[in-house]
Protein backbone atom coordinates (compact mmCIF):
# COMPACT_ATOMS: atom_id res chain seq x y z
CA UNK A 1 0.00 0.00 0.00
CA UNK A 2 1.42 3.13 -0.76
CA UNK A 3 2.17 5.48 2.06
CA UNK A 4 3.44 9.63 2.74
CA UNK A 5 4.87 9.63 6.01
CA UNK A 6 4.97 13.21 8.59
CA UNK A 7 7.19 12.29 10.93
CA UNK A 8 5.17 13.78 13.90
CA UNK A 9 1.72 14.03 14.46
CA UNK A 10 1.60 16.72 17.02
CA UNK A 11 4.08 19.31 17.99
CA UNK A 12 4.17 22.09 20.46
CA UNK A 13 6.62 24.61 19.91
CA UNK A 14 7.81 28.04 20.96
CA UNK A 15 7.44 31.69 19.12
CA UNK A 16 10.44 32.32 17.37
CA UNK A 17 12.09 28.70 17.17
CA UNK A 18 12.94 27.15 13.58
CA UNK A 19 10.56 24.47 13.09
CA UNK A 20 11.37 21.08 10.31
CA UNK A 21 8.30 19.60 9.16
CA UNK A 22 8.96 16.19 7.31
CA UNK A 23 7.46 14.29 4.99
CA UNK A 24 8.13 10.90 3.20
CA UNK A 25 6.63 8.98 0.48
CA UNK A 26 7.68 5.61 -0.62
CA UNK A 27 5.57 5.40 -3.84
CA UNK A 28 8.60 7.37 -6.27
CA UNK A 29 6.55 10.29 -7.28
CA UNK A 30 7.60 13.13 -8.83
CA UNK A 31 5.35 15.62 -6.82
CA UNK A 32 4.75 17.11 -3.81
CA UNK A 33 2.68 19.42 -1.98
CA UNK A 34 2.86 21.22 1.82
CA UNK A 35 -1.01 22.55 2.70
CA UNK A 36 -2.21 23.85 6.01
CA UNK A 37 -5.80 23.13 6.94
CA UNK A 38 -7.44 26.07 9.06
CA UNK A 39 -11.37 25.63 9.41
CA UNK A 40 -13.52 27.52 7.28
CA UNK A 41 -10.68 27.61 5.03
CA UNK A 42 -10.26 24.35 3.59
CA UNK A 43 -6.39 23.80 2.50
CA UNK A 44 -4.14 26.30 1.06
CA UNK A 45 -1.20 25.46 -0.55
CA UNK A 46 1.98 26.60 1.15
CA UNK A 47 4.71 25.36 -1.13
CA UNK A 48 5.13 22.69 -3.80
CA UNK A 49 7.80 20.43 -5.60
CA UNK A 50 8.11 18.86 -9.35
CA UNK A 51 11.55 17.61 -8.73
CA UNK A 52 14.33 17.17 -6.35
CA UNK A 53 15.76 20.94 -6.06
CA UNK A 54 12.99 22.16 -7.36
CA UNK A 55 10.25 24.41 -5.13
CA UNK A 56 7.80 26.64 -6.07
CA UNK A 57 5.50 29.09 -3.96
CA UNK A 58 1.95 28.37 -3.35
CA UNK A 59 -0.60 30.62 -2.39
CA UNK A 60 0.64 31.39 1.07
CA UNK A 61 4.11 30.82 1.53
CA UNK A 62 5.13 33.82 3.83
CA UNK A 63 7.33 32.42 6.75
CA UNK A 64 8.27 28.67 5.47
CA UNK A 65 10.76 27.94 3.02
CA UNK A 66 11.16 24.22 1.73
CA UNK A 67 14.15 21.92 1.09
CA UNK A 68 13.60 18.60 -1.64
CA UNK A 69 17.30 16.87 -1.45
CA UNK A 70 16.17 13.60 -1.82
CA UNK A 71 12.60 12.29 -4.11
CA UNK A 72 11.23 11.00 -1.30
CA UNK A 73 11.72 13.43 1.22
CA UNK A 74 10.39 17.24 1.27
CA UNK A 75 10.51 19.17 4.09
CA UNK A 76 8.69 22.40 5.16
CA UNK A 77 10.49 24.53 7.38
CA UNK A 78 9.49 27.75 9.52
CA UNK A 79 12.36 29.56 10.17
CA UNK A 80 10.64 31.85 13.19
CA UNK A 81 7.76 30.22 14.42
CA UNK A 82 4.67 32.45 15.06
CA UNK A 83 1.54 32.04 17.02
CA UNK A 84 -0.38 32.32 13.38
CA UNK A 85 1.03 29.32 12.07
CA UNK A 86 -0.63 27.45 14.44
CA UNK A 87 -2.18 24.88 12.14
CA UNK A 88 -3.02 21.49 10.93
CA UNK A 89 -0.49 20.43 8.18
CA UNK A 90 -0.67 18.31 5.20
CA UNK A 91 1.47 16.42 3.01
CA UNK A 92 0.59 14.77 -0.73
CA UNK A 93 2.42 13.59 -3.32
CA UNK A 94 1.45 12.86 -6.87
CA UNK A 95 2.61 10.61 -9.87
CA UNK A 96 2.87 12.76 -12.91
CA UNK A 97 0.31 12.48 -15.78
CA UNK A 98 -3.34 11.59 -15.84
CA UNK A 99 -5.98 8.84 -16.67
CA UNK A 100 -6.28 5.90 -13.67
CA UNK A 101 -2.99 6.99 -11.64
CA UNK A 102 -4.25 10.46 -11.60
CA UNK A 103 -4.19 10.28 -7.92
CA UNK A 104 -3.02 12.05 -5.13
CA UNK A 105 -1.97 11.06 -1.39
CA UNK A 106 -1.99 12.29 1.93
CA UNK A 107 -0.43 12.06 5.09
CA UNK A 108 -1.80 11.59 8.40
CA UNK A 109 -1.29 15.93 9.17
CA UNK A 110 0.59 17.32 11.79
CA UNK A 111 -0.71 19.44 14.08
CA UNK A 112 1.22 22.63 14.76
CA UNK A 113 0.48 24.68 17.82
CA UNK A 114 2.98 27.74 18.50
CA UNK A 115 3.23 28.78 22.06
CA UNK B 1 -7.81 30.72 -12.30
CA UNK B 2 -9.35 28.06 -11.30
CA UNK B 3 -11.38 28.02 -8.32
CA UNK B 4 -14.25 25.74 -6.17
CA UNK B 5 -17.37 26.91 -4.15
CA UNK B 6 -18.70 24.74 -1.23
CA UNK B 7 -22.06 26.24 -1.29
CA UNK B 8 -22.98 25.26 1.92
CA UNK B 9 -20.53 24.79 4.93
CA UNK B 10 -22.67 22.62 7.37
CA UNK B 11 -25.42 20.14 6.20
CA UNK B 12 -27.64 18.04 8.68
CA UNK B 13 -29.60 15.03 7.53
CA UNK B 14 -31.02 12.02 9.23
CA UNK B 15 -29.66 8.40 8.94
CA UNK B 16 -31.52 7.04 5.93
CA UNK B 17 -32.30 10.17 3.97
CA UNK B 18 -30.90 11.37 0.70
CA UNK B 19 -27.29 13.47 0.86
CA UNK B 20 -26.56 16.01 -1.37
CA UNK B 21 -23.04 18.57 -1.46
CA UNK B 22 -23.33 21.15 -3.53
CA UNK B 23 -19.76 22.78 -5.09
CA UNK B 24 -19.03 24.51 -8.11
CA UNK B 25 -16.02 25.46 -9.95
CA UNK B 26 -14.67 27.95 -11.81
CA UNK B 27 -11.78 27.24 -14.47
CA UNK B 28 -10.41 28.24 -18.04
CA UNK B 29 -10.30 24.62 -19.23
CA UNK B 30 -11.83 21.22 -18.32
CA UNK B 31 -10.81 20.36 -15.14
CA UNK B 32 -10.34 17.77 -13.05
CA UNK B 33 -12.47 17.22 -10.04
CA UNK B 34 -12.27 15.68 -6.89
CA UNK B 35 -13.92 15.03 -3.77
CA UNK B 36 -12.13 14.27 -0.15
CA UNK B 37 -13.88 13.58 2.60
CA UNK B 38 -11.76 13.76 6.49
CA UNK B 39 -12.95 12.17 9.82
CA UNK B 40 -13.12 13.54 12.90
CA UNK B 41 -8.58 13.63 13.71
CA UNK B 42 -8.22 11.16 10.82
CA UNK B 43 -6.14 11.92 7.11
CA UNK B 44 -8.01 12.94 4.21
CA UNK B 45 -9.24 9.84 2.09
CA UNK B 46 -10.47 10.38 -1.51
CA UNK B 47 -14.20 9.70 -2.61
CA UNK B 48 -14.23 10.10 -6.20
CA UNK B 49 -12.25 11.85 -9.28
CA UNK B 50 -13.63 12.91 -12.26
CA UNK B 51 -10.58 13.38 -15.23
CA UNK B 52 -12.96 13.61 -18.30
CA UNK B 53 -14.10 10.47 -18.64
CA UNK B 54 -17.88 9.42 -17.85
CA UNK B 55 -19.78 12.45 -16.35
CA UNK B 56 -21.37 10.58 -13.31
CA UNK B 57 -18.82 9.32 -11.36
CA UNK B 58 -18.96 6.84 -8.58
CA UNK B 59 -16.79 6.71 -5.98
CA UNK B 60 -16.75 4.00 -2.42
CA UNK B 61 -19.16 4.27 0.26
CA UNK B 62 -22.22 4.64 -2.37
CA UNK B 63 -21.12 8.03 -3.03
CA UNK B 64 -21.34 9.62 -6.57
CA UNK B 65 -21.04 12.86 -8.48
CA UNK B 66 -22.32 14.43 -11.72
CA UNK B 67 -19.80 16.66 -13.43
CA UNK B 68 -21.97 19.27 -15.73
CA UNK B 69 -19.95 21.50 -17.44
CA UNK B 70 -23.34 23.55 -18.35
CA UNK B 71 -23.96 24.55 -14.95
CA UNK B 72 -20.01 24.22 -13.83
CA UNK B 73 -21.03 22.33 -10.92
CA UNK B 74 -19.45 18.66 -9.90
CA UNK B 75 -22.25 18.00 -6.67
CA UNK B 76 -21.68 14.87 -4.40
CA UNK B 77 -24.72 13.08 -3.80
CA UNK B 78 -25.80 9.41 -1.92
CA UNK B 79 -29.27 7.93 -1.57
CA UNK B 80 -29.38 6.97 2.09
CA UNK B 81 -27.00 8.32 4.66
CA UNK B 82 -25.58 6.49 7.14
CA UNK B 83 -24.47 7.46 10.51
CA UNK B 84 -20.29 6.88 9.61
CA UNK B 85 -20.60 9.53 6.87
CA UNK B 86 -20.60 12.39 9.36
CA UNK B 87 -17.53 13.91 8.50
CA UNK B 88 -15.93 16.91 6.57
CA UNK B 89 -15.93 16.70 2.88
CA UNK B 90 -14.13 18.98 0.52
CA UNK B 91 -14.34 19.86 -3.30
CA UNK B 92 -11.18 19.90 -5.23
CA UNK B 93 -9.90 20.96 -8.71
CA UNK B 94 -6.72 20.27 -10.04
CA UNK B 95 -4.24 22.19 -12.19
CA UNK B 96 -4.34 19.50 -15.11
CA UNK B 97 -0.97 20.93 -16.04
CA UNK B 98 2.93 19.14 -14.52
CA UNK B 99 2.61 21.13 -11.34
CA UNK B 100 -0.93 19.15 -10.31
CA UNK B 101 -2.05 21.88 -7.58
CA UNK B 102 -4.76 20.99 -5.53
CA UNK B 103 -7.13 24.26 -5.17
CA UNK B 104 -9.87 23.00 -2.13
CA UNK B 105 -13.13 24.44 -1.11
CA UNK B 106 -13.80 25.39 2.03
CA UNK B 107 -15.60 22.18 3.37
CA UNK B 108 -18.73 21.40 4.25
CA UNK B 109 -19.47 19.39 7.24
CA UNK B 110 -21.83 16.77 6.90
CA UNK B 111 -24.21 15.63 10.09
CA UNK B 112 -25.84 13.13 10.58
CA UNK B 113 -28.47 12.22 13.19
CA UNK B 114 -30.27 9.41 14.33
Known amino acids: DVKVTQSSRYLVKRTGEKVFLECVQDMDHENMFWYRQDPGLGLRLIYFSYDVKMKEKGDIPEGYSVSREKKERFSLILESASTNQTSMYLC??????????????FGSGTRLTVV | AQSVTQLDSHVSVSEGTPVLLRCNYSSSYSPSLFWYVQHPNKGLQLLLK??????LVKGINGFEAEFKKSETSFHLTKPSAHMSDAAEYFCVVSDRGNTGKLIFGQGTTLQVKP
Open chain 1, 92 to 105: ASKVLGLGENYGYT
Open chain 2, 50 to 55: YTSAAT
